[in-house]
């Protein structure tokens, strides 16, 4: 059958539906490069504008996964469980969270991504542990499985390549926030991957690509769905990213809050939402018996950590870096802290250097915000309120702009109730 | 201040209005290779499916204007009028019409371009004239215009290169139909041309980009004003594309033809059109006191040809270049001709050879379709309708694919009355 990109981008610019034929042929000539970058960006310009249904994404979702490989941990002989946040500010969870599953007795295989827009990536974070290895082959992360329990590393180029090309792309083309391309991107990787268990964290709230509620079900209810039909027992769970998640956005600065969380400390909400993760994924997994509070308590979850990122070559006791430059933001008023926005410290820690404006663009390691509270908080006037870490100070302004309406503060005395972690769960 | 391509695409994919720098920013940045090709096809997706205002549109053709020189003809002393037409069948109007206004006193500084899809170019048809070379210096330009009073040559690199840029891109991304990137591309083009005045040509109808009398006048309105904020006096026709202009398509076929229409002869189609664009430009360019039917009918007009010509090369003289194989159509059945559509003889005549699939292609200066009736003409079975040319036959089966359902043949005595050729006046 003969087929051009234009033609294919034209049925879905006039909000037409995508034919699986047209599908299964652009995903498979984008991999191959015969349809070229400019093509495909416009293609996901008129799906974010004109959407897609079920079927469309489903073929899409289907056609992503065939133009790679699947793996398969059967060989393992213990269930496994994974996780998938669909991005947020602040969100380290996965760090911590990987290893309590695993000192539970889940294996975690995680395979992450890479910083998207004004949310961070797992990958970049891990990255400025010194030494540590994203890439991985299939026997290295078979290897790094069954002696930690958990690993976290980039997808190779053989799973899902119609995805890794078409996510990087998307981050630079302004074509993140589609729902078709969110779900079949999240939902390609994982089937794929070949976890048995899966738990879906679907962000909602500024710092989320779903802003409201209804977004965020109609997208979880999406993956649920294509998980379910291609054997993966999937749960969605649907958390608020109205701000940050706990006092950090950025790279070096998220892994070392991540492992006062694995100490048995860090910020009560990253604990909170790491311990509700892990029970889904347990569960999710069939695995009883152990609590993962406990394994934060008693060290495991720790030692788990260690182990794994040891494995990927990274050292667990080195120095993390930091930034070149601080620069600190006060508080303008005395009272409540009634607004942080998630939305606003993210482009801000963006702008800082934490994230990347091209998918060739390296990110700063030690660069993003510091936070010294959160909403709720009672402040004083002058009182430190956020801490912005750069080695490109020259930027500074362009990043304090972000934050322009982005913090509020209310009379002392404001009664002001924060959102809850989890807002609703979808089986 | 500081930008990013994303940033950018996200304000039009979110309905929002550009803002100067915005724009200023895109085009600059995309000129030098800053933004790239996958981010600004998503950009002119969003700008096709979104919109952009009049502001925003001035704006974008003021930044491509920019992007390159200007070209300044006011040395002549005389007053300079140009025409452009926005692509149809047939549309040999500019050969006759610049040597015409030219002998009435206007100064026609005329950039042209190649064919490209089923509309023929100009100086693809000026190309089959034997010596005629399109590539002028700018003195050259300037000498052959102050010798013969009109020119008509290639646009040069220097000249609008964000639209170059732009204009095959959005070849190749289905972003062609967007009515404010159609506007930018031929007014940044024009108004860097440094004409005084432009009337344009907007086709409507099969053989035209703009289907429907809506659409086009839109598109008239919206560059009628652009020249008129830069200081162009700029008039629209919309005038008809539903069948083809005079009897001929092809590049030699066409150029025999227009020398017809300056001998004083010629279909009444392409002679009415032709009068009536060269009073538009003679009016908006303030020249008086000359009518262009007497010039066809003295000879000026074909003197002014024949400067034009010769100064670019050209041997008025030599015999132009046939076809090496000729077949015939005839009439089905006997009756009147209600149809003989546009987009179907373009489509035959470029599958003839007479354009080209990509833009490196050679096209073959004899290919083309001769049309021996009109629509309301009547017909015999039997009797010749069109003779197809062609140096490659084995094409013939294809090209005569694409007449299927283009030709209407109606019992005699059926009332047609043909459209009109001028639709519409936009000042």
């Not at 234009?6 to 699986?20: F, Q």
């Not at 992450?112 to 974070?125: N, V």
């Amino acid at each position: 059958m003969s087929m051009d990109a234009p033609s294919v981008i034209r049925t879905k610019r006039d909000r037409g539906e995508l034919t699986d034929a047209q599908i299964d042929w652009v995903i498979d000539a984008y991999t191959r490069g015969e349809v070229a970058d400019e093509q495909m960006s416009a293609l996901a310009m008129a799906i974010l504008l004109n959407g897609m249904n079920l079927r469309e994404i489903s073929r899409w979702t289907d056609a992503m996964i065939r133009s790679g490989v699947r793996m398969d941990f059967s060989a393992l002989g213990v269930p496994t469980s994974d996780k998938h946040s669909t991005g947020g500010v602040g969100d380290k969870i996965t760090l911590p969270l990987a290893p309590l599953v695993a000192a539970c007795g889940a294996a975690v295989p995680q395979l992450s991504g890479r910083g998207l827009g004004h949310t961070g990536g797992t990958l970049d974070k891990l990255e400025s542990i010194p030494g540590w290895r994203a890439l991985l082959s299939n026997d290295e992360m078979m290897t790094v499985l069954r002696d930690a329990g958990a690993v976290i590393c980039a997808a190779g180029d053989g799973l899902a390549p119609a995805d890794k090309k078409l996510y990087a792309l998307r981050d630079v083309t302004g074509t993140v926030e589609a729902i078709p391309l969110i779900a079949s991107s999240i939902m390609s990787k994982k089937i794929a991957e070949g976890t048995g268990a899966l738990v879906l964290d679907v962000k909602v709230g500024s710092g989320a690509f779903m802003k409201n509620l209804a977004d965020a079900q109609e997208l979880a209810r999406t993956m649920v769905g294509l998980g379910t039909n291609a054997g993966v027992n999937t749960v969605a769970l649907l958390t608020d990213m109205s701000t940050p998640l706990g006092l950090t956005a950025g790279n070096a600065l998220e892994v070392r809050e991540s492992v006062e969380v694995l100490a048995g400390g860090g910020p009560a909400d990253v604990v909170e939402l790491t311990i509700a993760l892990a029970r889904e994924m347990l569960a999710a997994a069939g695995v009883q018996g152990k609590d993962p509070a406990d394994a934060l308590r008693d060290g495991s979850a720790m030692d788990h950590w260690r182990r794994m990122i040891t494995a990927q070559g990274g050292d667990v006791d080195a120095p993390l870096p930091v930034a070149r430059e601080q620069h600190v933001i006060t508080a303008s008023a005395s009272g409540v802290l009634t607004q942080l926005d998630a939305y606003a410290v993210g482009v801000c820690a963006w702008r800082l250097g934490a994230g990347r404006a091209r998918k060739e663009d390296p990110v700063q390691a030690g660069a993003g915000v510091e936070m010294h509270a959160k909403p709720g908080d009672t402040v004083t006037a002058g009182q430190p309120l956020l801490t912005l870490h750069t080695d490109t100070p020259e930027r500074y302004d362009y990043a304090i702009e972000a934050l322009t309406g982005g913090i509020g503060i209310s009379p002392a005395g404001t009664a002001f109730t924060p959102n809850p972690i989890v807002l609703d769960r979808i089986a």
